[in-house]
């Protein structure tokens, strides 16, 4: 399947970025195209994407489960199902110091496609995917320096 990978580097302490990063809510609020929240938890989140993909029509049930989140390390499964189609991704996120902050070396795995989303050419599902990830990780940076609108 797909995997995406890549690296972040942060003005802020490990324990201060950890905590946000594998903060729910705060996670939550940096996904892009959310429609609406449904439940909440400190390590679960259901929610409703409205994705601005040709090939995926309407809606999207995502939940959002924390599996690990032992410091400096965490990893995030993310479900959707929608109508014909489910995914399952799962994220990983790797905490290391740098001389004035942190780098966040993050990896994003799709580990199943179903339904019609298995006829989609994969250069199309990459394409989309990447922006997604690029998004969420704007949205974060943005709001970790204060520049969020």
Do not use: Y
Request: hydrophobic share 40%; net charge negative.
């Amino acid at each position: 399947m797909n995997r995406f990978e890549g690296d972040r580097d942060f003005a802020k302490p490990i324990s201060e970025l950890f905590a946000v990063l594998t903060n729910v809510p705060f996670l939550i609020g940096c996904i892009p195209d959310v429609e609406t929240v449904k439940t909440v938890t400190d390590d679960h989140a259901e929610l409703v994407l409205r994705p601005g993909f040709a090939f995926v029509r309407g809606t999207l049930d995502v939940t959002l489960r924390m599996l690990d989140r032992t410091e400096p390390n965490a990893r995030v499964q993310l479900s959707s199902k929608g109508i014909g189609s489910s995914s399952e991704v799962e994220a990983t996120l790797a905490l290391t110091p740098l001389e004035q902050g942190t780098r966040v070396h993050w990896t994003a795995e799709v580990k199943s496609l179903g339904g019609l989303l298995k006829m989609v050419p994969s250069g199309l599902i990459r394409g989309a995917a990447e922006k997604v990830i690029n998004d969420a990780w704007d949205r974060i940076t943005a709001k970790l320096t204060g520049d969020a609108h």
